[in-house]
């Protein structure tokens, strides 16, 4: 893969993070903790779309599907660094919302990468046995 590809899968994920994490800010507390299905079908309506974006910049790049692991890697990089960083300054971000809210955005935000990892994983193992 080559740096541009990597800059590319880096930046996309930038992006699927901070989409994500604006989306939990704007809906979060008010409207997505109100129902565990509610919350849930975002969760996966989220991780959805992450994994669309992570299709658009590997076809968009076109990437092999046995190099996927690797980008879907650093596309995942800046969302879990991010992610990081939001869980340890929550409580300073969002001081009025309940402290269980710290424990929904941290999974909500998981459910999307176990996502984008078993899409990325399925993939290759279906490309390998193509190959033989």
């Known amino acids: 893969m080559s740096k541009e590809d990597g800059l590319a899968f880096g930046l996309a ?4 993070f901070l989409v994500s994490t604006t989306y939990y800010a704007a809906f979060g507390a008010g409207l997505l903790e109100t129902a565990f299905w509610f919350y849930a079908a975002n969760a996966f309506l989220v991780g959805g779309a992450a994994v669309f974006l992570f299709h658009a910049a590997a076809r968009l790049r076109h990437l092999p599907r046995r190099k996927r692991v690797l980008a879907a890697g650093i596309f995942a990089a800046p969302g879990l660094i991010g992610a990081g960083v939001m869980l340890a300054v929550f409580k300073n971000v969002f001081p009025d919302w309940d402290p269980v809210s710290l424990g929904r955005y ?3 935000v998981m459910v999307g990468h176990a996502l984008l990892a078993g899409v990325a994983f399925d993939r290759t193992r279906k490309a390998a046995s193509r190959a033989r």
Do not use: N, S
């Not at 994920?13 to 699927?16: K, N």
């Open 13 to 16: 994920g930038f992006v699927a």
């Open 106 to 108: 941290g999974a909500f």
